[in-house]
């Protein structure tokens, strides 16, 4: 249920949007139902008729019951071991309220990515509902004519069927109900579109049932309540089936099972969501109230169970419903503060203890030396080079691994190397930017007091700064024989802070630049390999003033690897989910530059917040936020 929905509403939404849905099934309109297992918990506690009555439907062919999991959760932003408790959980609650095991499930929020084809498969699942708008638009090799058929999509290790959900169709749908949109500009869409597409199926609407004769109060713009909206539903329908006959997915899929075109599935970026780009992946991961201390919450929790082998299903129940899509967009602050405290209350009552995730065994006798200078800190391991600067706070100048055919990404870019005076700056990596709500950047790039500390294994450099009092960091930075790690705390101390990036790093703009992949896990067991090249065929600037960010990704593993043409691992990112699961993205130009000598530019920039329509300011976000990375 919308999280904007106060509990106590509840009932109320059962008998305006659901009862009705029923209605229209017993009354022969074919209706593709789907909820989470939770929500037909929740209801079966509020009106166990309503649960009676669906399983009496679908016993009767009435109506479809389509799946989704146990919790509405974004499956690109979570571990692959939440994705797969959740369709197994979900499964059995389905099974246990419903005596039924749905064909096909609808991907949470259309939010997709390549890792979930195999995960999917690996539960038995072979049919799942996805957007075809944004797919049209980021996926490499679609042809407009699979749009309104079932389409088989691959990975190279796994296959899934796709079915077709639309926003564009789903949107005019609603408005209409809502009384913007006159019908028979509806009416001439779906003609013209069963015109173009003859012998296809068009999904008339693939969305919410909430917002049909109730208000969820999401937003100032909601149309005044018509009481006779699910009426004006039903007559719709009617003169749809006058026109071209309503089919169940079971039966479209049944129908074209011979006839399913089969592609690759190369998204442009790892993560696709539906509708317009101010709907992205940055609501649901860094947005919110406070999605990125809810987040590391959850995080946390799974490390304890995966520490402890908890397999209880009511445990499992409780995690994934932290997880849940809810408390991450429009969730009421009673709803909201009630769901941190409880989890936080579950955290205290097993003592949590952090999993250092970067733990390795160092012996004292390794390689590690040190040389300083008034500008830089050197640092040589037998694994790489490391030059901080110490003018521009601590920032790492070069960063140069040793490994055999292994070459330097990172490091620094020298003010003027672009002849383009747009890109004339010094560019280094591994610094803090905070943006405030006028644009303006705020960086740490400063001397900062600092203390260095050499140990045989290790050397680990404490750097502490006041940034205009808009924010304050404090890194420790320890240089190991193996990698180089930086744990960071940021203090906001301006509230008018709202864009946070702990962490950005700059490509060298060498020729192999325009050649390196780059491979992370978005939900999935396995990490996917990408063409860094991609992020330059769209833009990252969205047209939405109230919208920062538009295209990320969740490291789900925490990890991403730097690669070449050839797909060897050049170098290695690790962050800590359980401190801060930072959203990454790449800023990237494939050839900046005003005459002839033109170079590629790329920065990697790890977010902790972003501006986007799910964001609630900065009233309940944690004032300190803390991260660490791993370089190798």
Not at 89 to 109: C, F, Q, R, S, W
Not at 605 to 611: F, L, N, P, T
């Amino acid at each position: 249920m919308f999280s904007s929905i106060d509990e106590e509403k509840r009932a109320e939404v059962i008998q305006k949007c659901y009862r009705p849905l029923l209605d229209l099934a017993e009354k022969g309109i074919k209706v593709s139902l789907e909820a989470s297992a939770l929500t037909l918990e929740i209801i079966e506690s509020i009106d166990p008729g309503w649960i009676e009555d669906l399983k009496e439907l679908i016993r009767k062919k009435k109506i479809e019951f389509i799946g989704s999991g146990y919790s509405q959760i974004i499956a690109p932003i979570v571990p692959y071991e939440i994705n797969i408790q959740n369709l197994k959980t979900g499964a059995i609650v389905y099974k246990e309220l419903l005596d039924y095991m749905p064909a096909v499930y609808l991907m949470n929020e259309m939010a997709f990515s390549s890792d979930l084809i195999s995960v999917y498969e690996e539960v038995g699942i072979k049919n799942i509902i996805i957007e075809w708008n944004n797919f049209y638009k980021y996926t490499a090799g679609v042809k407009k004519e699979y749009a309104y058929q079932p389409l088989q999509i691959t990975n190279d290790k796994s296959k899934l069927t796709i079915v077709w959900a639309d926003s564009i169709c789903f949107q005019k749908f609603q408005r209409y109900i809502h009384g913007e949109l006159e019908k028979s500009s509806l009416l001439n869409y779906l003609n013209k579109a069963r015109h173009e597409n003859s012998g296809r199926y068009l999904p008339v609407y693939s969305s919410d049932a909430e917002i049909f004769g109730f208000r969820p109060g999401r937003y100032k713009t909601e149309n005044s309540l018509d009481t006779g909206e699910w009426q004006t539903i039903e007559s719709l329908y009617r003169e749809i089936e006058g026109i071209s006959p309503l089919v169940f997915i079971s039966e479209m899929l049944e129908e074209t099972n011979s006839l399913q075109p089969l592609m690759k599935f190369e998204s442009l970026f790892p993560i696709q969501v539906k509708k317009q780009e101010k709907y992205n992946i940055y609501r649901w991961a860094i947005g919110g109230r406070n999605n990125l201390k809810l987040n590391a919450d959850c995080y946390k929790l799974l490390d304890h169970y995966t520490k402890n082998r908890i397999k209880d299903v009511e445990s499992w129940k409780q995690l994934l419903f932290y997880w849940s899509s809810d408390f991450r967009t429009h969730i009421t602050l009673p709803r909201f503060k009630a769901v941190n405290s409880k989890l936080e209350s579950d955290l205290s009552a097993i003592n949590y203890l952090p999993t250092d995730s970067f733990k390795s065994n160092h012996k004292n006798s390794e390689f590690v030396q040190l040389e300083t200078n008034p500008v830089t800190i050197s640092i040589d391991t037998k694994a790489y080079k490391l030059l901080l600067n110490r003018k521009k706070g601590l920032v790492i100048e070069s960063f140069i691994p040793k490994e055999k055919g292994r070459f330097p990404v990172i490091g620094k870019i020298e003010h003027g190397t672009y002849d383009d005076i747009t890109y004339s700056n010094d560019y280094f990596s591994g610094y803090a930017i905070c943006y405030d709500n006028l644009r303006k950047q705020h960086t740490h790039l400063f001397n900062r007091l600092e203390s260095i500390e050499e140990f045989k294994d290790r050397v680990v450099v404490k750097a502490l700064n006041n940034c205009n009092d808009k924010f304050s960091i404090e890194d420790e930075m320890t240089a190991y024989s193996e990698y180089f790690e930086i744990k960071r705390r940021i203090t906001i101390h301006d509230e008018s802070l709202d864009i946070i990036h702990p962490f950005t790093f700059t490509f060298l703009p060498k020729q192999h630049l325009k050649y390196l992949k780059y491979q992370v896990s978005c939900g999935g067991s396995q990490q996917q390999i990408h063409p860094l090249n991609n992020w330059s065929l769209t833009t990252q600037q969205s047209k939405y003033l109230t919208i920062s960010a538009i295209n990320g990704i969740s490291l789900t593993n925490g990890k991403i690897v730097i690669m070449d043409e050839n797909e060897l691992p050049q170098l290695h990112f690790e962050i800590d989910n359980c401190l801060s699961p930072l959203v990454l993205s790449f800023q990237y130009q494939e050839e900046v530059g005003i005459g002839d000598d033109k170079m590629p530019f790329c920065w990697m920039v790890m977010s902790a917040q972003e501006i986007n329509d799910a964001y609630k300011g900065n009233t309940e976000r944690s004032k300190i936020i803390e991260s660490k990375i791993k370089i190798y």
